[in-house]
């Protein structure tokens, strides 16, 4: 059981670097946060977050939801306290049928809870608030790991549209 984790951990740890190195080679500059424990939502991130962070707020916090338009698995990236609006998501997307993914959707294209937007092969649905945020923190691909970016950065993500999805 012991080795498992150490495996475990270690896997994380190459997971994140990798990420980190595709911030890098995007141009992005990006500061590495890793948290006290895993975190499963975006509350837990905020407590999870070392002292030095306390300011960030959890609009600051980016919340990725996995969904289903039209068969067609898609990201869409919010502030983490906020909530998508559907009937705009729909209008953007021209999507007729939508739905959130299934788990087992969510685990075809990343860790679930963990997933990271930068090197996904799926449409990715960006809510405008974030573009306009000094600094925001998102996700790169474990439980415990973020990076600390320009809400710019995020219209280097590959397959982006940019709207008002909240």
Excluded: C, W
């Excluded at 919340?63 to 009937?87: A, E, Q």
């Amino acid at each position: 059981m012991q080795t498992n984790l150490r495996a475990e951990l270690i896997i994380n740890k190459m997971a994140a670097q990798k990420n980190l190195n595709t911030l890098k080679e995007l141009g992005i500059d990006a500061e590495h946060i890793e948290l006290k424990t895993e975190a499963h939502s975006v509350a837990e991130v905020k407590a999870f977050l070392p002292e030095n962070y306390n300011n960030i707020t959890e609009d600051a916090i980016v919340k990725t939801l996995v969904m289903v338009l039209d068969d067609v698995t898609k990201i869409i990236l919010l502030p983490g306290n906020k909530k998508i609006d559907f009937k705009k998501l729909k209008d953007t997307s021209k999507a007729e049928i939508m739905g959130m993914a299934e788990y087992s959707d969510v685990e075809k294209i990343g860790t679930v809870g963990a997933l990271f937007a930068f090197d996904i092969n799926a449409s990715v649905f960006i809510d405008q608030s974030l573009i306009i945020k000094e600094k925001i923190i998102i996700n790169i691909g474990t439980l415990k790991d973020y990076a600390l970016i320009s809400g710019k950065e995020l219209e280097k993500i590959k397959n982006a549209v940019i709207g008002d999805f909240i």
